[in-house]
């Protein structure tokens, strides 16, 4: 089993317990074949946050190339011991569900932006009179603008092809960034990012 990959990933999750792809790496003269399973881990303390992520890029992996998945979650669940992330015990569970490729996705960084809002445009009666008419016109008014604070997240995902060799530098083939900014909900920014990662893998033949 590739074993480095495996040790990186046991620690990151434990330590962790429509955007476009703004940053993407692919390992030089990589020609991918399609995948038997793919493990989905989302790295999050955040548990409806690796839900949300993991569910919503298993469920477009479906849609788009009906490629047999399984969670992170489902293999390794919130509050394990440290035991269980041992090199040996994560090989086995990787082997056990026939795990040829893992996607993991973990956010790296979060800034807060702030954006200027104009004010909305309308229109307000004008009123004058030439003698004895009145006569009415209409002018363009504003109103006042206002600033507005955005969180934003930039979001890694990564592609490890477990095939290629027994290193962390051979079964990395790719990486992407992608930037949530000022998602509304966890749901919504799962879902738009993950949309986008598939979309992005599936089109440029990184999945097959």
Do not use: H
């Amino acid at each position: 089993m590739k074993k480095l990959i495996i040790v990186a990933l046991g620690a990151l999750l434990w330590i962790s317990c429509g955007p476009a792809m703004t940053s993407e790496w692919q390992k030089e003269g990589y020609d991918s074949q399609p995948f038997k399973k793919i493990a989905v881990i989302a790295i999050s303390k955040n548990l409806e946050v690796r839900q949300s992520m993991e569910n919503n890029i298993i469920s477009d992996l479906k849609n788009q190339k009906m490629i047999q998945t399984v969670s992170g979650l489902s293999l390794f669940p919130p509050n394990v011991s440290k035991e269980a992330w041992s090199e040996e015990n994560v090989a086995k569970v990787l082997e056990k569900n026939q795990v040829d490729a893992v996607i993991t996705v973990t956010p790296v960084n979060s800034y807060v932006s702030t954006d200027y809002n104009p004010g909305e445009m309308y229109t307000m009666p004008v009123y004058g009179r030439v003698g004895r008419r009145v006569y009415r016109t209409y002018d363009m008014v504003y109103g006042p603008g206002y600033y507005e604070q955005n969180q934003n997240y930039v979001i890694e995902a990564n592609l490890y092809d477990l095939t290629q060799g027994d290193n962390k530098q051979d079964v990395m083939v790719w990486k992407g960034q992608s930037t949530l900014y000022d998602p509304s909900s966890i749901s919504s920014g799962a879902s738009s990012f993950s949309n986008n990662l598939v979309n992005y893998l599936v089109k440029n033949n990184i999945i097959k």
